[in-house]
């Protein structure tokens, strides 16, 4: 194995398990599987680049470095060159939270002395200048993540917020510095004082760059975005990689959502328009009068018309309903019942499932994989930016997409099944992955 990369979620590590495999034209991509959880055996051979999903972004803190840290002794373990610890393209954290914990764990193992920061990702509208995180032309604090149930991002300036976490000096690694190419980043770094540096990144060029300058660093951290050029480094340009052949999984369909994020909010409604739908009754759930039996109910009564379950909630309601339930005990019900019903559907032939939401995405993963008995997950076509095809399963496969709270288009869910049906990417995925690569 070549790259390793530790995932505080599920939908990240998809995300950049999509960027990997499919690298950059000529080059290509890596070889590339994803792991619901650490692994216990050793990696097939055939793997160039290990991706490993926890849920550590709201785990307790002391939690998720101990986790982060075994991860990374496995990958080590499996021969990788070179560490990735991928986190949201929104930097989700709380002031108290687990990216610099995180980060200064690896980086001590690692002995790394200069570690850059950078969740840019402008295909998606994430950029980061003047050390200020924005979603398209919107500072973060204002694009509706401060409303986020779990991770609330107040503060755009992500140099004060990671400061915040950890006792190493954050400094920043400005844009007209990285404008100038992997030399220049290269004696910035070199020359800066703070351990930690903040890049700024405003388009897929500067990502690019900042990868090449990159090149030899025991440890990135970022969103999926900075390993955009990291393949290129490990394999020879005349042999350019295609991503895994998929043949495309037929069969029953399941769509379950439990972001609150604007987006998937405006997809839900958007899905509902045409396809049956059903809310679910979060008092219902903790009262034990909404069950697994509920969901499984539903989906079976609408197999063929893409069905929905869904927790998705406007800002108020959610700060409601933890204020009277407790904001844990509310995310571990929802998180139980969401993983038990995949499980069930799954074991009663359900082929294909849609997930939308990081926590939701991460319990559904894990459930499928273990009722599979199979911990890996290969990278299929890709939806939308960010949003793959996974496939869980040898015999009888079952496809999987985990769709972060804010990424995919309006009708994200009924395309996810038609790839996943037919095996293929659409056009306008494949029109804007080339309009990226003709940018570079």
Request: hydrophobic share 45%; net charge neutral; aromatic share 4%.
């Amino acid at each position: 194995m070549l790259i390793g990369v530790i995932a505080d979620d599920f939908t990240g590590a998809s995300d950049i398990a999509n960027t990997l495999a499919r690298g950059v034209a000529p080059d290509g991509g890596l070889r590339t599987a994803q792991f619901a959880g650490i692994p216990t055996d050793p990696a097939p051979s055939e793997i160039e680049a290990g991706v490993i999903s926890l849920k550590s972004r709201t785990a307790p803190r002391a939690a998720a470095v101990d986790e982060s840290r075994t991860a990374l002794r496995w990958l080590r373990a499996q021969g990788c060159r070179q560490i990735v610890f991928k986190y949201c393209s929104t930097f989700d954290s709380t002031p108290e939270g687990n990216i610099g914990p995180v980060a200064e764990a690896l980086a001590d193992e690692l002995g790394a002395t200069k570690v850059v920061f950078c969740p840019a990702f402008p295909a998606t509208g994430r950029t980061v200048y003047q050390g200020h995180l924005f979603v398209h032309d919107t500072p973060l604090d204002r694009s509706g993540m401060a409303d986020h149930p779990l991770t609330p991002m107040t503060d755009p300036d992500i140099r004060r917020w990671l400061q915040s976490q950890t006792r190493a000096a954050v400094g920043h690694l400005p844009i007209d510095i990285v404008r100038r190419g992997p030399s220049a980043i290269r004696c910035a770094l070199d020359a800066a004082d703070a351990r930690f540096l903040i890049a700024d990144a405003i388009s897929e060029d500067n990502l690019m760059d900042l990868g090449a300058a990159l090149a030899d660093a025991p440890l990135i951290t970022g969103g999926s975005g900075i390993a955009q050029g990291l393949p290129r480094h490990f394999i020879p340009r005349a042999t350019g990689r295609a991503a895994a052949a998929y043949a495309g999984v037929t069969g029953p369909e399941a769509i379950l959502a439990g972001s609150c994020s604007g987006a998937t909010r405006a997809q839900v409604e958007a899905h509902a328009a045409a396809h049956p739908t059903l809310p679910i009754d979060v008092r219902g759930v903790m009262a034990g009068t909404v069950t697994v039996k509920s969901l499984t109910g539903f989906f079976d009564a609408n197999v063929g018309r893409a069905p929905l379950a869904y927790s998705s909630a406007t800002p108020a309601e959610v700060r409601a309903l933890q204020a009277e339930f407790g904001r844990d005990a509310l995310a571990a019900r929802l998180d139980t019942l969401f993983a038990q019903t995949a499980s069930a559907l799954v074991r009663s032939g359900y082929r294909r499932l849609v997930v939308a939401g990081g926590e939701t995405s991460g319990a559904v993963a894990q459930s499928v994989a273990a009722t599979l008995k199979a911990p890996a997950m290969t990278i299929g076509p890709e939806i939308d930016p960010g949003i793959p095809v996974l496939t869980v399963g040898d015999d009888a496969p079952v496809a999987l997409a985990l769709k972060s709270g804010n990424f995919g288009g309006i009708d994200v869910f009924q395309k996810a099944l038609r790839v996943m049906e037919s095996g293929h990417q659409e056009p306008a995925a494949r029109a804007a992955r080339l309009a990226q690569a003709r940018i570079r």
